[in-house]
């Protein structure tokens, strides 16, 4: 049976994982080919490294981390963060990742996942839509710049957009969610994952094993990302894995 | 030498990568003498169907057929297995290698379609690439089309019913998925295939 993928996302600036705690004090938690390994050893279905450097300088790492990181990585790799062009997408292809994921360069050019869809495969485009609810409603817009400008674009309706220019899976962020460890929003990611054929990823909110089993029952999703709950301890990874699938949802263990 | 074929659909580094680990003499190349002295074969492919007309154009498919001809061990990944059957639903109009008998069809409309993620092997004990990998191990696909299960058919998996995951006939193997992102039970593969 097709099992629902758990996603481990490090997010690295300036070459190093870093854990945010309500999006400031930003600790240091690793080398990422490091941490990566480890995820992928505990039984990680995937990883995602998100290069979340504000700086260019920061940013110049990016590429020697990716090689780093993907040497000893034989799971699915995804890499996101400032990729701005087709050759900034194939500049983290020939480093080691099999698929990119771009947010606010794909809103501001659509037409940047088809380019890239058509030379590398949909397979290897991930459009992340970091996803606000509408005060009172059961609506969302998408934001960009990371959160901090809003795109102007239903969520919903840009996913679908994303789906036909040739994306090949969402990386679905609740924004209201993200960092409160109170669950992923469940509602929106079941709204996105009935509209589009494309797999979906639910973003933003774990907490927990009931977090997931919610997300993956009622959420619709076909796999959920979590960065922080997996940091600092690593065995909990696998013993997540091992609860969701306790509570009958199809998960690769043992792996 | 290990031939890993480019014919410009996709990222061949992850395949590179994974038999390098396993200390395989491999390269990435689109030169006809190249793969002409390879000692094996690796056909990757991702997208869609017709990314495959390039290997007649280039003169690759003739080059990948001569070294079949001696003897070669071929391996197709993905879109590069599925050209080893005749056509796909998917580009009606492009011929594929036809070493194998059949049509890549689609998935029915009951499940998403791609097919993304782990899903599991049932595996013909007696398959030569699949030694010593278990039914029930988990592999990673990622594909819109499947080949339907035939006699070539050493594993199968069950998305919108059961297609073929692994086809194998005398030195030609194919995998539906993608060994290279597929834990140990793909590298595990991959050097069965570099063993053979």
């Not at chain 1, 840009?158 to 929003?185: H, K, P, Q, V």
């Not at chain 2, 395989?24 to 169907?49: K, N, Q, Y």
């Not at chain 2, 890549?104 to 049932?122: D, M």
């Not at chain 2, 035939?150 to 998305?159: D, Q």
Request: charged share 25%; proline share 3%; hydrophobic share 45%.
């Amino acid at each position: 049976m097709l099992t629902k993928r758990i996603i481990a996302c490090l997010d690295v600036d300036g070459g190093r994982v870093v854990k945010g705690v309500q999006f400031e004090n930003l600790r240091d938690a690793g080398d990422p080919a490091e941490l990566a390994k480890a995820h992928s050893e505990s039984g990680a279905d995937e990883i995602v490294l998100l290069d979340i450097s504000a700086t260019q300088e920061r940013r110049a790492t990016l590429l020697d981390t990716v090689r780093r990181s993907a040497a000893q990585l034989f799971i699915p790799f995804t890499v996101g963060g400032g990729i701005r062009t087709l050759e900034d997408a194939a500049a983290v292809f020939s480093a080691g990742a099999d698929k990119i994921s771009i947010n606010s360069a794909a809103l501001a050019d659509p037409k940047l996942i088809t380019r890239i869809a058509e030379r590398f495969g949909s397979q290897a485009v991930v459009v992340a839509i970091d996803a606000k609810r509408c005060e009172g409603a059961s609506s969302w817009e998408a934001f960009t710049q990371g959160g901090r400008a809003a795109a102007g674009r239903d969520a919903v309706e840009w996913a679908r957009e994303a789906e036909a220019s040739g994306a090949g899976e969402i990386l679905l962020t609740s924004m209201d969610r993200d960092g409160t460890g109170a669950g992923f929003d469940c509602e929106l990611t079941r709204v996105v994952a009935d509209s589009v054929r494309i797999p979906v990823i639910a973003s933003g909110g774990a907490g927990g094993a009931q977090h997931f089993v919610e997300v993956f029952r009622d959420g619709h999703a076909d796999a959920a990302l979590a960065a922080s709950i997996f940091h600092y301890r690593f065995s909990r990874l696998a013993d997540l894995k091992k609860e969701i699938g306790a509570q009958g949802i199809p998960v690769r263990w043992p792996c | 030498m290990i031939a890993i074929v480019d014919y410009g659909a996709g990222n061949l580094v992850s395949v590179k990568k994974a038999l390098a680990w396993l200390g395989a003499e491999c390269a990435i190349t689109s030169d006809l003498e190249e793969v002409a002295r390879a000692t094996r074969v690796v056909l990757p492919g991702v997208g869609h169907f017709a990314s495959t007309k390039t290997l007649e154009r280039a003169g690759l498919k003739q080059a990948i057929a001569d070294s079949i001809g001696r003897g070669i061990p071929f391996l197709g990944i993905c879109v590069g297995m599925q050209w080893m059957f005749e056509r796909s639903q998917e580009s009606p109009e492009t011929r594929g290698f036809g070493v194998l008998d059949g049509e890549c069809e689609r998935f029915p409309a009951s499940v998403k379609s791609p097919h993304v993620g782990w899903n599991q092997l049932e595996v013909d004990s007696s398959s030569r690439l699949l030694r010593g990998v278990p039914s029930g191990s988990f592999v990673y696909f990622t594909h819109s089309f499947r080949v339907p299960v035939s006699g070539a058919t050493v594993a199968s998996c069950e998305y919108g019913g059961r297609f073929s995951a692994a086809v194998e006939r005398d030195h030609l193997f194919g995998v539906q998925f993608h060994p290279e992102k597929s834990g140990d039970i793909g590298l595990r593969l991959l050097s069965n295939f570099c063993e053979l």
